[in-house]
């Protein structure tokens, strides 16, 4: 288990477990679902090394950060609202932010919404797309045996119940499952996907199988500290980000037609489970329209959805080299 530089801060009237790094430029890393900072240790150590400030902070809801009660408290402008000020806590101006997961799309309203104080911005996994016609739960597919995942997370309490009963498990099925080592996820081939259709009678967990040990990128150790920060946290704090997507929509409708105006970078594995959704490669292609400064899209080949624990090594070197360009 890697031993990361956590503190505690009082932020946006929350406290907020973060772990801080370093000196010089800030680089702000969102962590996604289910994750905390804790998925960030190997770029906390490889950027710091590198003479950055790096700063990652467990989201609201999620391991060591307090968990407000409403599910409106997660929409998407109050974790905007957050990562702003966290900054006026630390006595931070400006930094580069980068996100994997909903992390990601963290990182693009920020930019979005705030280019004054993210000057840069790094996705991994989640491009930056433009709003739906409808609201979202309107176009995930749903039938009578069986929902979208983001449906499913919609009644507080049923994925909670299923997760929570072994939180262990839980984590290990879906990291692996979602993790190029689960399989080449071409069309057909029965590759697991806890992100993709849910047995309503089942849930998600039952069909995705039991490896029979860790990914070769998360060791036992690691596997224990996210357990300890579910177990801490439990899941409705992170499942309320799905329950406000309708609304994150309907806010978002102030902005439209704004781009995101600072320099990007977008990562992703060729095994991400999000390649798999109809459109997703069109719309990954298609991103410079909503990004301007986008460089070219770094794809990893055999990597699935967890990026910056799968391949670290990766993951820093386009990190450095963008943050060369960016940060200073």
């Known amino acids: 288990m890697t031993d990361m530089p956590y503190r505690d ?22 962590h996604g679902f289910p994750e905390t900072a804790y998925a960030w240790r190997h770029q906390i150590e490889a950027l710091s090394a ?3 400030r790096v700063i990652a902070p467990d989201l609201r809801g999620f391991g060591g950060t307090d968990a407000p009660e409403t599910v409106e408290a997660y929409a998407l402008q109050m974790l905007v609202g957050d990562m702003v000020a966290l900054l006026d ?28 104080r993210f000057k840069a911005v790094a996705a991994i996994g989640v491009p930056m797309m433009g709003p739906p016609p409808v609201p979202p739960t309107q176009i995930f597919p749903s039938t009578e045996d069986a929902l979208f995942y983001t449906l499913y997370f919609q009644e507080p309490g049923i994925a909670e119940a299923e997760f929570e009963q072994d939180v262990r498990t839980t984590l290990l099925k879906i990291f692996h499952a979602a993790s190029g080592e689960a399989g080449p996820r071409q069309p057909g081939d029965a590759t697991p996907n ?34 300890a920060d579910y177990t801490r946290s439990g899941f409705r704090g992170p499942l309320n980000l799905y329950r406000n997507l309708d609304r994150n929509w309907h806010l978002q409708k ?11 970078l977008y990562i992703a594995g060729s095994r991400d489970t999000g390649l798999t959704m109809p459109g997703m490669r069109d719309i990954i292609a298609g991103q410079s329209d909503l990004v301007p400064q986008l460089r070219d899209p770094v794809f990893l080949d055999g ?17 450095l080299t963008f943050l060369a360009d960016v940060a200073q």
Do not use: K
């Open 89 to 116: 806590v630390l006595g931070v101006a400006t930094a580069v932010i980068a996100g994997n997961d909903w992390g990601a799309t963290l990182t693009w309203q920020a930019a979005l919404l705030r280019p004054d």
């Open 254 to 264: 102030a902005f439209a037609g704004r781009t995101v105006e600072v320099p990007a």
């Open 303 to 319: 990597i699935g959805h967890w990026v910056p624990q799968e391949r670290p090594d990766a993951v820093n070197d386009a990190l």
């Open 9 to 30: 801060v009082e932020a946006n009237g929350l406290r907020m477990r973060i772990a801080d790094q370093g000196t010089g430029p800030v680089v702000l890393l969102c």
């Open 50 to 52: 590198q003479g950055y």
């Open 194 to 227: 806890p992100f993709a259709m849910v047995s309503r009678q089942n849930g998600l967990l039952a069909p995705l199988p039991m490896p029979a040990r860790t990914p070769h990128w998360l060791t036992p150790s690691d596997l224990e500290a996210f357990v």
